[in-house]
């Protein structure tokens, strides 16, 4: 065991549990507080946290780990994808979202429809691919710990899952918040700083890609998989910021409307930069280092072993990658509680529930959650990307439709979200299961096929909701409005 890194990753461990003990107080009388940080959160903290949201262990482990299998080209599709997806969501739904005032993805598209059913669905769904993505991310800190710590990988994934848990179940979003800038910051810093070793280490830029695509000729080669394939992969990641959660939420939590899209933009920079230079340096110097790697996901730990000899900055790394790991599960951990104890529990089960009932049904329901994410993590599938992409798809064919006509269509209708949703899904799940479509590219026709539904069945269906209503909640609205206004 490797003392000097296990001591500068505990203690920044150490810290992450600090910052949840110091927000405990703010949140624990207030429900806005705990789920969505009281709605102040400015531009340039929302900016790393949603950066750190979306660049997780998958960005760090996973993505790298995705070029070094199936080639620079097929990534960089994907996470094209992120990058153009996000300055979509600023247009398409941030400033809308932010102005209804809810605090989750269920409780806007309930202000919208008021379909009872859909209320049920949409949480399961929600709950289901969260948990998926919680996974993935557990992963990545147990195959951190294992090679880089000498740490069992149970234990690693265990340690890593309480800590968060702790933290979140604590301090909510404030916690989440504080702590993915601080990730984020140490992540995008580490990450960068592999890439210019690597790229000294080879020579510069050219002579590293150069020597990666001698080494592997699939590196650089675009025809490996058929062009559906890449379309998928772009697809799903393009239309993630209109629908994940746990980063729909940091749209929340934005102190306006104005910040939340000057976010959604600002963090795509700072995202690209980090997965740009990251994925070209440790998959070419990955492939020339390490050509047969049995796990594709060890091969960013692998090139920084090698090139990161001072067990300082070895410390600093592996610290980086559980910054990785946490910023992003941390928010999944809490859309998870949110759906559980807002969308259920709140809405079916106890709507009289006061305060400091939700705040401990938060509690509650963020511990069920991580002792889950660890059982499942025990015993995970190969290449992180893939596994959460493919969760990621199923709510983009659940969701994106509903969401985006529901905020620009005012013809849409509850029956019509109900059965886009059920056709979106449904149809992603079949393509997934029982065809032999190419890796990622269902949802090039379940996306579609749920529009499609929306607009037949909104078109034949009545509208169970007062045009007043949907003129004072509308596009345009310049004051924000609380939900009990809406509802009044």
């Given amino acids: 065991m490797k003392s000097l890194e296990l001591a500068i990753t505990l203690g920044y461990i150490l810290v992450c549990?600090?910052?949840g003990l110091r927000v405990s107080r703010r949140?624990?009388?207030?429900?806005?507080?705990?789920?969505?940080?009281g709605r102040k959160i400015g531009t340039f903290t929302n900016s790393w946290a949603l950066?750190?949201?979306?660049?997780?262990?998958?960005?760090v482990l996973g993505v790298t780990g995705l070029g070094y299998m199936f080639g620079i080209p097929y990534t960089f599709a994907m996470f094209a994808g992120a990058v153009a997806g996000f300055p979509l969501a600023a247009i398409l739904v941030a400033r809308q979202l932010r102005n209804y005032r809810v605090r989750t993805v269920p409780e806007f598209l309930d202000l919208r429809y008021r379909n009872k059913l859909l209320n049920i669905i949409v949480p399961l769904v929600i709950l289901v691919c969260m948990e998926v993505y919680v996974v993935a991310q557990l992963k990545a800190a147990g195959v951190t710990a294992v090679y880089l710590l000498g740490i069992p990988y149970p234990t690693a994934v265990v340690l890593t899952a309480l800590v968060f848990t702790i933290y979140v179940s604590i301090g909510g979003m404030w916690a989440v918040t504080l702590t993915d800038v601080l990730q984020g910051i140490l992540m995008v810093t580490m990450v960068v700083f592999v890439a210019v070793t690597v790229f000294a280490g080879f020579g510069g830029i050219s002579a590293t890609i150069l020597q990666g695509t001698s080494a592997f000729a699939g590196l650089g080669a675009v025809a490996d998989k058929p062009v559906i394939s890449y379309a998928g992969a772009f697809f799903v990641w393009f239309i993630a910021g209109c629908t994940v959660p746990h980063l729909v939420m940091r749209v929340f939590t934005s102190r306006d409307a104005r910040s939340a899209r000057l976010s959604l933009n600002y963090s795509m920079l700072i995202y690209a930069v980090?997965?740009?230079?990251?994925?070209?340096?440790?998959?070419?110097?990955g492939r020339v280092l390490f050509p047969d790697l049995a796990d594709a996901d060890t091969v960013f730990l692998k090139v920084m072993e090698h090139y990161i000899p001072s067990r300082i900055m070895a410390g600093l790394?592996?610290?980086a990658v559980m910054a990785a790991v946490?910023?992003?599960t941390d928010a999944l951990i809490l859309a998870v509680a949110s759906a559980a104890v807002n969308d259920i529990y709140k809405k079916h089960i106890n709507p009289d529930a006061s305060e400091k009932t939700i705040f401990k049904m938060g509690l509650v329901m963020t511990w069920i959650a991580g002792l889950l994410a660890i059982y499942f993590a025990l015993n995970p599938p190969k290449l992180l990307t893939m596994l959460y992409t493919a969760a990621v798809g199923l709510l983009g064919s659940t969701l994106f439709a509903p969401i985006v006509l529901g905020i620009w269509w005012k013809k849409a209708t509850s029956k019509g979200a109900l059965w886009s949703c059920l056709v979106g899904g449904g149809s992603y799940l079949y393509l997934l299961w029982f065809t032999s479509l190419p890796a990622l590219s269902q949802v090039l026709f379940s996306v579609p096929l749920s529009f499609a539904v929306h607009f037949a069945v909104s078109s034949v269906t009545a509208a169970e909701i007062d045009p007043a209503i949907l003129k004072k909640i509308g596009i345009g609205h310049k004051r924000e409005l609380s939900i009990e206004?809406?509802?009044a």
Avoid: P
């Fill in 274 to 285: 980090m997965i740009f230079f990251g994925v070209i340096a440790v998959a070419c110097g």
């Fill in 27 to 37: 949140v624990s009388n207030s429900s806005d507080d705990y789920w969505v940080a």
């Fill in 485 to 487: 206004e809406v509802e």
């Fill in 51 to 59: 950066m750190a949201a979306l660049g997780s262990g998958g960005s």
């Fill in 317 to 319: 790394a592996v610290a």
């Fill in 17 to 19: 549990i600090f910052i």
């Fill in 326 to 328: 946490m910023s992003t």
